[in-house]
C-alpha cells in the first residue's frame, strides 16, 4: 500500500531468498506448516491503521455495553451452550478487508470478527522471521499499541497460563495433528509450556477434568479452546467423547460461547463507516431492489462455508431458517498489492487480548492474508503464487 515500499521490496525479491526465507518457518516445526505463507508482507500506512482500530473501538463500545449479553444470547445454539460463561472473551479478532470505496479511495472493511483465539503463537515466531527477510524500516511494526514480541509474549502466557502450573492448561482441539493451523499449536506449546490434547482423549470424571500427561493422569483446570462446535458436529467416527455441554469445574480461555456472541452475529448491531450495513434475514421488511450488492451468510458456520456471494430472489426463498442467516452489503476489495504477475487483494486479521480485571479489549499485533480470488481463502487461490498468510506492518504514528 505504500508504493516506494512495495517498489523496494519487489525489485529485491528472489525465489531463493524466499526459498530461504520458508525453510525457517518450516524449520519452526517440520512437516506442520500446512496453509501456503505469501512471498510478502503488507504495509500499512499509519492513518489506515487507525481507521481500523477506530472501527474496532467502535465495535468493543457494543461488546462492552450491559445491554451485550442479553442481545447475543439467542447466537448461541442450544446444544452447544456450555455452562460456566465469564463476563468476557479474553481474545478477540477483528477480519477488515484493504477495500475501495465509491470514489475510488481505499479504506477498510470488516468482514467478520471472532471472540476466538488465531495464529497467536506462530505469529509471534513468524513476524520476526518476516521483518529480517523482506528488510522492513524502522519505524513499521507488526506489533499495536507499544507492544514488541516480549511483551505480547507475556501478556499472552499471563492470560493463558497466568499463576498456574502449566501442566494443569491445556490447548483443547479435535484432531490437532489434522487442523491446518497445526502450526500454531506446536508453537504455543514451546512457547507456554502447555499441552494440546484432542477431545477423544479428554477424561471425565465426575466433574473434573484430566488428560493423560505422559503416563499421568493429570487435572485440567484451565482450557485454551482452540475447539470450534460447528466444525466438532460435523465430525464423523468421533466415538463417545467428553460431553462439554455439561458442568465441570474448569476455567475456559475464551469460554466456548464468545466464539458465537462476536460473530456474525453481532453485526446488525453495529454502526460505523467502515462496517458494511448487516441485517437479519428474517427482520428485513423489504429485499434490497439491489440484491445482486449483497453477500447472503449463514450465521453458523466457519471459514467461509455456505455464503452466497452472487445473492438471487431464488437464494433467499430457499432458506427455510432466515433467523439464522445475514444479509450483508458488498465490499468492494481493492487489487492493491502488486506483484509480478496480477495484484492482490488483501485482509488484514487485528489481535485484540482482554485481561482479566481490565474494562476494555486491547489491539496488539496482527496476520495478514492475500488472495487473487474473489474470496479470502486457499480454494480461491489454487496454482496461484504472492497469495496466502502474512503479516501486517504498519507505519509508527
Known sequence: ???????????????????????????????????????????IPKDFKNKMLGACEDI???????????????????????PGENDHAQFIVFD??????????????????????????????????????????PNFSAYLNGYDKEKYIQELREIIVGDLDPANVILLEIFPEKQKTRIDFY????????????????????NKLFYDNQGV??????????????????????????????????????????????????????????????YFLNELKQMPADLEHYVLKPLFSFAGMGV??????????????????????????????????EPAKAEIRLFFFWKNGTPRPVAVHNLARLSKGKMIGTRYNKNKEWVGGNVAFFEID
Open 1 to 43: 500500500m505504500i508504493k516506494s515500499i512495495r517498489k523496494t521490496f519487489n525489485e529485491n525479491f528472489t525465489k531463493e531468498k524466499y526459498e530461504a526465507y520458508m525453510a525457517g518457518l518450516e524449520d519452526l516445526h517440520p512437516g506442520a506448516l500446512d496453509f501456503r505463507n505469501a512471498e510478502t508482507p503488507v504495509f
Open 60 to 82: 468493543i463500545d457494543v461488546i462492552t455495553d450491559p445491554k451485550f449479553m442479553a442481545i447475543t444470547e439467542r447466537g448461541i445454539p442450544d446444544n452447544v451452550n456450555v
Open 96 to 137: 477488515f478487508g484493504i477495500c475501495e470505496n465509491a470514489n475510488g479511495e481505499l479504506e477498510p472493511q470488516l468482514i467478520e470478527m471472532q471472540g476466538f483465539p488465531t495464529l497467536f503463537a506462530f505469529q509471534a515466531y513468524h513476524t520476526e522471521l518476516t521483518a529480517k527477510y523482506a528488510d522492513v524500516p
Open 187 to 206: 508453537c504455543t506449546e514451546k512457547l507456554l509450556g502447555i499441552k494440546t490434547v484432542c477431545l477423544t482423549q479428554l477424561i471425565a470424571d465426575g
Open 217 to 278: 493422569k493429570t487435572p485440567v483446570r484451565r482450557i485454551y479452546n482452540r475447539l470450534i462446535f460447528d466444525d466438532l458436529q460435523k465430525q464423523e467416527g468421533l466415538g463417545e467423547v467428553v460431553d462439554l455441554t455439561r458442568e465441570y469445574d474448569v476455567e475456559w480461555v475464551p469460554h466456548p460461547n464468545w466464539f458465537y456472541r462476536i460473530s456474525k452475529f453481532t453485526l446488525p448491531f453495529i454502526n460505523n463507516p467502515y462496517v458494511p450495513p448487516t
Open 308 to 341: 452466497i456471494i452472487d445473492v438471487t430472489p431464488a437464494d433467499i426463498d430457499a432458506v427455510k431458517d432466515p433467523e439464522n442467516w445475514i444479509l450483508q452489503r458488498k465490499v468492494k476489495y481493492a487489487d492493491v498489492i502488486e506483484t509480478p504477475d
